[in-house]
């Protein structure tokens, strides 16, 4: 009795398909949950599958990815895909605990041991209302320049090397003292309290002097 009752419960289980590996071939990324073109196996076509990710995080895998297919109640015609992989970019030699996010041209986010993350790419883009850093010891940046589209406002000392240009705008205008060491101050002319001293002249005992020579 119990060899029919077997043999009954495997001729029902190939009736069930299970979980089993595929191909995917194209990717439509529009719809509320990401529908996939799958090849199976035998050269099976499956049109339709729903690409299920988490919450939060999405993903349009190139064609030729790795899926794995789970046949909702054992129905191929219900296939969802909850994993996908691709071997020849999927970046590797990662630490035990590291984490990575990558795509096939190279660009990559890596969560490292030491609490470091890197990032690499082309460009980097960020928009947002408001940007914070908080640094507790140093930014730094490496870079030939860095350009800024309006103010820069600085709350604590500036130093620089290599001297500094400015212009444009209503000039440049200093709160405070100003003290120049070594160098030479070049001008067309100087105003001090009202006085151009380029072209001042003054009272003197043998009358008006003349303006200023070099």
């Given at each position: ?32 949950v ?5 090849k ?12 299920f990710q988490h ?78 850093v908080?640094?507790e ?15 820069v ?49 003054h ?12």
């Amino acid at each position: 009795m119990w060899n029919k009752v077997n043999q009954r419960i495997q001729q029902a289980l190939q009736n069930i398909r299970q979980a089993f590996r595929t191909i995917t071939s194209a990717t439509d990324s529009s719809t509320k949950v990401q529908m996939l073109q799958l090849k199976g196996l035998a050269g099976e076509n499956l049109d339709g599958a729903e690409y299920f990710q988490h919450y939060g995080f999405t993903s349009n895998p190139l064609a030729g990815s790795m899926g794995i297919a789970i046949p909702l109640n054992g129905s191929t015609s219900h296939t969802v895909i909850v994993a996908t992989e691709h071997g020849a970019y999927r970046l590797t030699a990662l630490k035990p605990g590291e984490v990575a996010l990558y795509t096939d041209e190279g660009a990559k986010i890596v969560m490292k041991r030491g609490r470091i993350i890197e990032t690499e790419c082309d460009i980097y883009r960020v928009k947002c209302k408001t940007y914070e850093v908080e640094a507790e010891q140093s930014a730094g940046f490496t870079t030939p320049k860095v350009t800024a589209s309006q103010e820069v406002i600085v709350a604590g000392k500036i130093t620089g090397n290599g001297g500094m240009a400015v212009s444009g705008g209503e000039g440049t205008a200093f709160t405070g003292n100003v003290t120049h060491t070594g160098g030479t101050i070049t001008s067309v002319d100087v105003t001090i309290n009202g006085i151009k001293i380029g072209t001042h002249k003054h009272n003197t005992p043998d009358g008006m002097s003349d303006i200023p020579v070099n």
